[in-house]
Nanobody
């Protein structure tokens, strides 16, 4: 079955960096757009970043532009989220997701469009 396993979260200070990883299995990685989303306590899950199948196109939420970078490694079937200059408002559970889109170079930012989700990894940036 399909599994997405996130890792790399933790407790860091404001201004620090983290790199999240999401290892995929049970799917043909090249057929999927990959995305990162996050959910803070009491808030809805929100889009953070997405990368298309080839890795040639990325898109970011405004609140992370210039600070976060999404990338993917097809050989390792892994997607990454490099997070720099972390802020207290970045505190959330971060989820990796896969969206089946085999014949397109598009990407997707809608939570409801994604087919598979990881279990999440906590990122905490104290104020």
């Amino acid at each position: 079955q399909v599994q997405l396993v996130e890792s790399g979260g933790g407790l860091v200070q404001a201004g620090d960096s983290l790199r999240l990883s999401c290892a995929a299995s049970g799917l043909t990685f090249s057929n999927y757009v990959m995305g990162w989303f996050r959910q803070a306590p009491g808030k809805e899950r929100e889009f953070v970043a997405a990368i298309n199948r080839s890795g040639g196109n990325t898109y970011y939420a405004d609140f992370v532009k210039g600070r976060f970078t999404i990338s993917r490694d097809s050989a390792k079937k892994t997607v990454y989220l490099r997070m720099n200059s972390l802020k207290p408002e970045d505190t959330a559970v971060y989820y990796c997701a896969a969206r089946y889109l085999p014949f397109s170079n598009d990407l997707d930012i809608q939570v409801s469009s994604y087919n598979y989700w990881g279990q999440g990894t906590q990122v905490t940036v104290p104020s």
